[in-house]
């Protein structure tokens, strides 16, 4: 429930200011939440209200928590949907399509529900196929893990979706890598970081090193990390706590009761 929060918080004094190490202090003064946080906790809404099938409350939901939050680094369409009475999608196929899918991973009882429920909270917005595809992989990489699929098969999955991470490599990203907000270049990425990390704190330095869309990236690697780790340590779960407001907390705190966690 926490990864994505975690690797969105951590990676979002990067997001413009890429570092290519995985030596950085994880949390200072400036890091905070952003877009990412703010429309996973939404998901998270949606999910305890039982709104994920419902398109109009779903809509009402993103609305209703960006308007709360509305100085977090929204990209400019899913801004101006955001924060007008426009309810129609724009053919996204930005990466924000992954980095607020990551509740329906651990929500979903079958891989058919994975596609129907990220389906339901992508189409509204990004509609566009890469827009998608890229929650829905996602989703579903988070949901393998947590049914106790092994890297490998996380990996044969991850290259029958995306064969291009077949072809990744950490040192070339680290050198070449470059900011990118689409699905098809963001997703990928994140996926390859998960799959080299040794565990929870090495997937997370390892998603920030390479640069790119940081906290979104993260984001997206670390709720794979949290189903596939299962554990997180606890100087990381602190960051949550520490920089997360009440109402955030909250729907947090229902969720875990509901899912039984």
Known sequence: MFGAIIGDIVGSRFEFNNIRTKDFKLIT???????DTVMTIAVWDMYLNGYLRDKDKIIETFKKWGRKYPNRGYGGNFA????TDDVKPYRSYGNGSGMRISPIGLIAKSEDEVYELSYNVTSVTHNHPEGIKGAYVTAMMIYKAKMGATKNELKEYA????????DLNYDDL?????FNETSMDTIPEAIYCFLISTDFLDCLRTSISIGGDSDTLAAISMAIAEAY???????LMAIIYDKLPADMLNILKNCEKKLKL
């Open 80 to 83: 101006r949907w955001l924060f």
């Open 229 to 235: 780790y299962k554990q997180i340590p606890d100087n």
């Open 174 to 178: 680290v050198l070449n890598y470059r």
């Open 159 to 166: 290259i029958k979706m995306y064969p291009k991470i077949k």
């Open 29 to 35: 003064n400036e890091s905070d939440f952003t877009d």
